[in-house]
């Protein structure tokens, strides 16, 4: 192993005592895998999100940045990463959605419903709609997040997922105006929305924007409910090669940039040309104030 010197990594300083316990750890509980060796170091250093959840997928990255730096060495993985394949489907599951065309504006429907999905047994069905209409396809969502399937007069009609917002952003932080410390501090007051899928049978106009609007509305509630976390902004990155950000501008987000085209792979940052159009949504007309605290 080389020689190691203190850091901090997501948060949590690691000295040579704690890389010792860690190497320890994980020699103690090799032939249980990543995942279990993750739960036990967060079950001993008590190390949980505000709403009691222990940061499970913090400490995943942290041994996985030790590990590509030379410092421990992790068991070999139980399941290979298949992130970026498609997911293999239950397809009986999901063989009575309703695919009948629904069509015209918005105004001409009565009733608009949000179901908030995560833990039910609904979950599976916003997953594999997304894997299969989104072009994105299916991902695990990484830290905290909410799933929400949208209804037109009861039939299935689109779907929304918020995560954890991005660690840094030039022209988000420079709108909000906060420094280092406070975005550290103060970032849990934004979610990302990580998707948003309106389903291949609907062509109803103003339906996206009215959907956005309305995930917004309910989002804060159901976020501090389940995280404890009070959300003031929330913010969304567009592909500039394949949308332009109608839905977004008509529901009243704010227009603050573009992206350089990289993104965050561990320490460090890549470059991948893919240029996103950032936009943001207050949720508090004070947001400002709260995020500079």
């Not at 999100?49 to 730096?69: P, S, Y």
């Not at 009565?110 to 916003?126: A, P, Q």
């Not at 299969?132 to 830290?143: A, D, N, P, S």
């Not at 103003?206 to 501090?224: E, N």
């Amino acid at each position: 192993m080389k020689r190691f010197t203190s850091k901090t990594i997501r948060g949590r300083q690691i000295t040579s005592p704690v890389l010792k316990e860690i190497r320890q750890t994980i020699d103690e509980n090799w032939k249980l895998g990543r995942t279990a060796i993750s739960r036990i170091l967060c079950e001993n250093w008590d190390w949980r999100q505000n709403n009691g959840q222990l940061k499970a997928m913090a400490c995943r990255d942290l041994l996985l940045r030790l590990e590509r730096e030379g410092y421990i060495t992790l068991p070999p993985r139980i399941h290979n990463n298949n992130n970026q394949k498609r997911c293999n489907w239950s397809f009986d599951l999901f063989d009575k959605i309703d695919t009948q065309p629904i069509i015209g504006r918005i105004d001409q429907f009565t009733h608009i419903r949000l179901d908030m999905v995560r833990g039910s047994h609904k979950e599976k069905l916003w997953d594999y709609l997304i894997d299969q209409y989104h072009y994105l396809g299916y991902t695990q969502i990484v830290g905290s997040y909410l799933k929400y399937l949208i209804f037109i007069n009861n039939q299935l009609a689109a779907c929304v997922g918020w995560g954890s917002a991005a660690w840094k952003v030039g022209c988000r932080d420079r709108f909000i105006g906060w420094n280092t410390q406070q975005r550290k501090n103060n970032l849990s007051g934004i979610a990302n929305n990580v998707r948003f899928l309106i389903l291949p049978w609907v062509d109803v106009k103003h339906f996206a924007s009215k959907a956005l609007a309305l995930s917004a509305r309910v989002l804060p509630g159901d976020w501090y409910h389940a995280f404890s976390q009070q959300l003031v902004l929330v913010e969304t990155f567009v592909d500039r090669s394949r949308f332009v950000g109608t839905c977004y501008r008509a529901a009243n987000w704010i227009y603050l940039g573009d992206t350089k085209g990289s993104s965050k792979s561990g320490a460090s940052y890549q470059h991948h040309g893919i240029i996103k159009s950032v936009f943001v949504y207050p949720l508090d007309r004070h947001f400002k104030r709260r995020l500079c605290q």
